[in-house]
């Protein structure tokens, strides 16, 4: 018994002496020593053990400047890399698999990038098989375009979206093929060494990479893009949406916006039969990746309903987000699909991130500080973590998202999380989405303690965006509205609703009707209240200019239709509000 304590002792005392050992300099030589002292599997552990006890107790010594450390960085980014492999002892019992995993362990430039860029969200086991296909195939182009095979990595870990490119054309249509990341990998390392594309990928990022690689089409596809003879200069890109002629026959009452018709939906198929404004965005967005050019595809409700657009990474190496975006309507924000996550972000937040956000000399520290949170997401010390890295770069929304997540997760007390919350406002008072967010989850702790400032607080998130951003703004109406009919107050709900009209009515567009209008009127109908839904439609319709022939005006057009067939049949719903 008393060998077993001595033992424990012993053991103790060793880790602590290994926490006291100075965190050494981090270089390739420091990389290439530790895995000549750990070569197997088998020992890693233990050095994983001792690497994490070092750089912890650089952090309590240092706090937040630990993350701007390039030691402490490249140590964590290496401790993550073999962590990684521990957790995948499956991929690694391969022993070419092996190998090569060690080999980039060493080879840093690609295997800490990976680790930087690596999202929860992403499939770390098919992301880490993408990588090591690479390497194999070619290690020394994957050295020389590390960001496009980290890129390619991270996007293809999961499967596109099922209704990828857009709900809008049949899947079959689409030309989906040679999805082998190491055949579209060297497609592109080979156009680029040819001279066919329009930008250098060893000189971009992977976040502008990422909007690259995004595509599922074939090969082929992006080698017309290259051939094509009526090819847009670079400098006059934006122009490629309105290339394509509108089509005006799938333009027409009882006829709007309908599906692409043609068997095929290749680019010579769109250049040839032209189309509407989601073939034109897609049609621009292929043809750039087949130049090398990074693109997104947006999509918004505006005042003749919804529409699509696109943006790229221009020549001046700045984002374009607004290319085929309608100047006479008023589009408040554009929803794209990130495609590491295969999450929707909309067009302000893309355009804050890569203006001021990756361009920010804090952003690596930052993004150092998350990863070392994730090592402590069960811990305690968690909290503290994440409060470091926001002091370290306090305008990167992320973090500001985990930690929320956290506060829950811990418990928070609910002055605590009101503190939280009103700290997020303030610090994004010039960002109206960001802002709106802090609000809405300061919103629901007021109503969970029926805190009198709740009422209060939405009518603000109501009046705060009735111009500036009025899709917040929409949203904080609807909410109002929903919370009114939940008490049973329809006289208030009716007035909430009449106001949100009055509000917004000649701007809201596609967001006010989907958001307001139909889920009004459709719970009015459910609930019986059918003369409530039938006024608050005449109410709209005398405040609210709507085209008949637009996607919008059929939408009007068919929620009439629904309230007048239960004004016609009593039994089925009732004829008057109770």
């Keep these: 018994m008393k060998k077993g304590f001595a033992l424990l002792a012993l053991m103790l005392c060793a880790a602590v002496a290994r926490a006291d050992v100075p965190l050494p300099t981090w270089n390739d030589k420091a ?13 890693w552990p233990q050095a994983v053990d001792q690497l ?38 499956d991929i690694l019992a391969d022993p070419n698999n092996l190998k090569t995993f060690v080999v980039l362990g060493n080879d840093t430039a690609v295997s800490h990038l990976f680790i930087r860029k690596l999202d929860p969200l992403n499939v770390e086991k098919q992301a880490l098989l993408n990588l090591l296909k690479l390497a194999q195939a070619n290690l020394d182009d994957l050295n020389t375009y590390a960001a496009l095979g980290v890129a390619f990595s991270l996007v293809f870990d999961k499967p596109f979206p099922r209704d990828w490119p857009h709900h809008q054309v049949d899947p079959q249509a689409v030309p989906v093929g040679d999805l082998d990341v190491v055949q579209r990998f060297n ?24 909007f690259l690689v995004d595509s599922e089409v074939k090969l082929s596809e992006l080698t017309y893009a290259q051939s094509n003879p009526k090819r847009i200069p670079y400098d006059q890109f934006d122009q490629a949406f309105s290339s ?25 198929d769109i250049e040839t039969a032209g189309g509407i404004c989601i073939d034109q965005a897609y049609y621009a967005t292929i043809l750039g990746k087949g130049l090398g050019i990074p693109t997104v595809s947006f999509r918004g409700q505006g005042t003749g309903g919804g529409h699509a657009w696109f943006g790229y990474l221009s ?35 893309l355009g804050n991130f890569f203006k001021n956000i990756e361009t920010s000399t804090n952003y690596p520290a930052a993004m150092t500080g998350l990863a ?36 829950r997760k811990m418990g928070a007390s609910d002055d605590d999380q009101k503190t939280f919350y009103q700290n997020w406002i303030t610090q994004f008072q ?38 500036s951003d009025f899709d917040q703004g929409v949203l904080g109406a609807a909410g109002t509205i929903e919370d009114k009919i939940k008490a049973g107050d329809w006289d208030g709900a009716q007035l909430e609703f009449e106001t949100t009209i009055r509000d917004f009515g000649d701007q809201g567009g596609g967001s006010l009707f989907y958001n307001v209008i139909v889920p009004y009127v459709e719970t009015c109908l459910k609930n019986g209240h059918v003369d409530q839904a039938d006024n608050g439609l005449r109410f709209v319709r005398d405040r609210m200019s709507v085209d008949s022939s ?3 005006g059929e939408g009007f057009v068919k929620l009439q239709s629904d309230v007048d067939k239960q004004k016609k049949s009593p039994a089925d719903g009732g004829n008057a509000s109770p």
């Design 430 to 467: 010039s960002f109206p989405d960001l802002k709106v967010e802090g609000q809405e989850l300061l919103l629901a702790v007021l109503k969970k303690t029926n805190d009198p400032g709740a009422d209060e607080l939405q009518q603000d998130i109501v009046l705060e965006n009735r111009s």
């Design 550 to 552: 637009t996607l919008l």
């Design 244 to 268: 394509i002629q509108y089509d005006m026959t799938r333009d027409k009452p009882g006829k709007i916006l309908v599906n692409w018709g043609l068997p095929t939906y290749t680019l010579k």
């Design 31 to 43: 990389a290439q020593t530790w895995w000549a002292q750990n070569p197997t599997p088998d020992k």
């Design 315 to 349: 020549s001046r190496g700045e984002w374009q987000l607004d290319c085929g975006k309608y100047a006479n309507q008023s589009y408040p924000r554009g929803y794209a699909l990130d495609p590491q996550t295969w999450r929707w972000i909309d067009d302000t937040q």
């Design 187 to 210: 497609f592109y390392v080979q156009s680029d060494r040819d001279k066919k594309l329009d930008l250098d990928l060893t000189q971009q990022t992977f976040e502008n990479l990422k």
């Design 52 to 89: 994490r006890a070092q750089l912890e107790a650089n952090y309590k010594s240092n706090g937040a400047s630990a993350f701007s450390d390039s030691d402490f960085q490249g140590w964590l980014e290496h401790l993550e890399w073999v962590r990684l492999g521990l957790d995948s002892p």
């Design 372 to 407: 070392w949170a994730g090592l402590h997401q069960n811990d305690p010390l968690c909290r503290q973590i994440l409060d470091d890295t926001r002091s370290v770069m306090p305008e990167l929304s992320k973090t500001w998202a985990i930690e929320a997540e956290v506060l």
